[in-house]
Structure formats: C-alpha cells, structure tokens
C-alpha cells in the first residue's frame, strides 16, 4: 500500500505549531488532511537541572517533576482544539540540555559547538518515524526561526536538510516573536537568509482563527511569559492574523530553500 500523504508540522516545542500557525492546522483538518504535529524536543531532561531550568519551571508555575507531563497535556488539548494528532520525539528541551544554555541570551543566541549533528540526528528520528507509520509528508512545515532560539534555529536547519532531500518544505512565521519589537524586521532577515520565492497567505476563516486561539489557551502554564511583550493573547493573536492578511484573518508561509 503506498504511504498516506499528510502535512506535518515541526513544532521545536509544546506550543510553537499553535501559536504560529494553528488557524491553517485548523483549516487543514476542516478539509480531510489529518494534520501530524511533531514537537522535536520533546523528551525529558538529559541531566540534572540547571538552575536556569529549575527558574524557568518556577515561571511556568509547574514542579520539575511533572513538568513534563503538564506540557504533553497542554499540547493535546490543543492538537484537539486544532483536529490535529499530536506525536513528539525525545530529544530533550535546551534549557534541558545540561550547561549549554543556562540563560536567555546563551538561548537565543548562537548553537553551541557540540550540537551541530543534531539536525542530522532529528532528521533520522523524525523519517523513521513517520515510514514506520506510513504517512508520506507533504508538505513539511517548520519555523522560520525568527526571535532566534536555538532549538527553532535547530528545526530551521532541518527543514533546509529537508528541503535539499526532495520534500516541500514551509516555513512559518515564529509568533509571537515575530509579532515583537523588531519582529518584522527579523521576519526579512531571515527570509532574505533562509527563503526560497514568494510567501504564501493562508487565508482563515473566523472559527478557525477562534480555533487558534483556544489552542493557545491550553498552553496555560506558558502564557504569561509567551505573551510578555504582547498582553492579552486572544487580542494580540487576532490582530497579528489580520496583519498577515491585510483586514482577513490569516497566516504566512515562506517555501524554504536546500
């Protein structure tokens, strides 16, 4: 039997798909596709926890041990507000990462040394999985990687690999970075580096932009710090969809070059 064809969404963490790109999950699904939501680093720590780790769960206001299982909750009540199925790989979280990130500039900053095999490896976690389950994916989304985080710029760099093997490969625009100061400008920046013909616009229609935005409701432990810069996250997701569509709701997407 020849594989099932399905678009599949590369989230580097529990809630980067749906607060950047839920509305087209949502109108995929609306339309029979069966969207697959892959967090890439979605493993548990490799380590004991740094202390930037253990600030970060303070902030998130959840127990380091069950951390874990609150994100992996959060993340199936929206793959079902999206229609989506919900899948992850167990690579660990930078902040999980032992030493190497141990504060936000070290995370949004350059890739440390030692992993530069990791999209080689992502790569071949992420293919054998989806052969072992028979689904053909087309096409493959992944972040554009604005704002910079490592692990976004980890799956940028795989959607490149990807894109150089064959497969059709879209990058979505990381909000609400993207939505921050100085975030369109770091939108050109990385298309101009990263980019491959012109963007494409979804256009949503009102409930699925509602559908998003509930999606991003269920990441209740991430909210406050997601949405520092931006308030309240219904109000500000709507108005960031209706930039991109110039009055209509919608999401943008820019074809990514091997």
Avoid at 28 to 51: C, H, N, Q
Avoid at 82 to 89: I, Q, T, V
Wanted: net charge negative; hydrophobic share 40%; glycine share 10%.
């Amino acid at each position: 039997m020849a594989d099932e064809r399905r678009p599949v969404f590369l989230a580097p963490h529990y809630d980067d798909v749906a607060l950047s790109c839920g509305g087209t999950v949502a109108a995929l699904a609306d339309e029979g596709e069966r969207p697959l939501i892959v967090t890439l680093f979605g493993g548990p720590p490799s380590g004991k926890l740094s202390a930037f780790a253990r600030d970060m769960h303070r902030r998130w206001g959840v127990d380091a041990d069950d951390a874990l299982a609150a994100r992996r909750r959060e993340e199936a009540c929206a793959a079902d507000r999206l229609g989506a199925e919900p899948h992850w790989l167990d690579f660990s979280d930078a902040i999980y990462r032992g030493e190497r990130y141990t504060s936000d500039p070290e995370l949004f900053g350059d890739i440390h040394s030692s992993e530069r095999v990791l999209p080689a490896a992502l790569g071949r976690a992420l293919l054998s999985f989806l052969r072992a389950r028979g689904i053909a994916a087309d096409p493959i989304y992944v972040p554009l990687a604005v704002g910079n985080h490592v692990d976004h710029q980890h799956g940028r760099e795989l959607g490149r690999r990807l894109a150089g093997d064959g497969y059709e490969v879209l990058a979505y625009e990381d909000y609400p970075y993207a939505g921050d100061p100085g975030g369109l400008e770091q939108v050109r920046r990385c298309v101009e580096s990263r980019g491959s013909g012109q963007s494409l616009t979804r256009i949503l229609t009102e409930e699925q932009l509602q559908r998003r935005i509930d999606a991003v409701h269920c990441y209740a432990s991430q909210l406050a710090v997601i949405f520092r810069h931006q308030g309240d996250p219904a109000a500000s997701t709507e108005h960031w969809a209706l930039l991109r569509g110039r009055g209509r709701p919608a999401e943008r997407f820019w074809p990514l070059r091997g």
